[in-house]
């Protein structure tokens, strides 16, 4: 029988960013050394978690702030892409950290959730970085929020970046009704699947892969369905963890974040991104490599 095969999704401690988005739905603050020493000590017990198990793995990090400007998530990046049961590890970031870090990752398994975010940086500053991940050969899609003052970086991003990249756009759902007809249409002609992100996905009693192949990992190994449902399905240092993981359907009204409504099952939406579902590359976007180092 084949080993089950899982999507984490890892948010430790760390609760610091270097940038300060207007939009940010994190709550701002500095960590201390501590704290960081302590965030590091979680993300290795998990990295060593990760190196024991049978199964075939596949992560995102999804940290309540930037991960990749430190060096304990660039080393864990690179340490499991080697891993021979992770068939995936990627990890949203802003970009705002060198490339080079990444030069010992595995490229096959490593990838990057990249957002632009422009009130912190410039389209210049961030597609120059985009293009030395495509020089390095590092997946990545880039995104943006879709707020209506946004519109004019999206067409710049759009133009700026090679066809290939996928560009995401994240629907600005704080506002009931928020986009025009002609909005809608502009953001779907460069997001192909912008339709799925604009609306609410009605998820009660619905199949859900998360607490079943999916689910939220934190510092201290407690894991959740989802980053959506707080409840505590289990710690992954319990000899019995696998144990916790069984079908059911969601208990919430609705999911509407591209992380989570990509485990309801009635969306196949496997089909859409394949492999490429951690990073939010669809299958129909190439990637293109202008390396072919490992
Ligand atoms: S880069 Fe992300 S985590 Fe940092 S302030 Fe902006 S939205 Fe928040
Ligand atoms: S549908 Fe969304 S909210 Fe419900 S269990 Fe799945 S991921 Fe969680």
């Not at 739905?25 to 020493?37: D, G, I, S, V, Y």
């Not at 970046?161 to 009931?176: F, H, S, V």
């Not at 969601?250 to 099952?265: A, K, P, Q, T």
């Amino acid at each position: 029988m084949m080993n089950p095969r899982w999507s984490i999704l890892y948010r430790g401690p760390l609760s610091s960013c270097n940038y300060g988005c207007d939009y940010c739905p994190f709550a701002k603050t500095r960590n201390t050394r501590a704290e960081l020493a302590h965030d590091a000590e979680c993300l290795k017990r998990f990295c060593d978690w990760v190196e024991s198990r049978p199964e075939q793995i596949g992560f995102l990090f999804t940290p309540w702030g930037e991960a990749m400007i430190h060096r304990h998530y660039q080393e864990a990046l690179c340490r499991l892409s080697h891993m021979a049961n992770v068939w995936r590890v990627a990890v949203q970031t802003n970009l705002a950290f060198p490339v080079e870090s990444l030069s010992g990752c595995k490229r096959e398994t490593a990838a990057l959730w990249t957002t632009y975010h422009p009130t912190e940086t410039t389209i210049p500053r961030f597609t120059a970085k985009c293009a030395a991940l495509r020089e390095a050969g590092i997946r990545h899609s880039v995104g943006i929020v879709g707020k209506r003052e946004a519109f004019d970086d999206i067409h710049a991003l759009r133009a700026a970046l090679p066809k290939e990249t996928y560009l995401w756009i994240n629907a600005w759902k704080r506002e009931k009704d928020y986009y025009s007809q002609e909005e809608l249409a502009m953001l779907r002609g460069i997001d192909p699947h912008f339709d799925f992100n604009v609306v609410p996905h009605a998820s009660l009693g619905r199949a859900c892969r998360a607490g079943h192949s999916a689910f939220t990992v934190d510092g201290s190994g407690d894991a959740r369905r989802c980053h959506f449902i707080p409840t505590v399905i289990g710690n992954i240092y319990d000899a019995n963890f696998a144990q916790a993981l069984l079908p059911r359907p969601c208990s919430i009204g609705e999911c509407r974040c591209h992380i989570g409504y990509v485990s309801l099952e009635h969306l196949r939406l496997e089909t859409v991104y394949g492999d490429g579902v951690l990073e939010r590359i669809p299958l129909n976007f190439g990637f293109s490599s202008m390396a072919s180092k490992a």
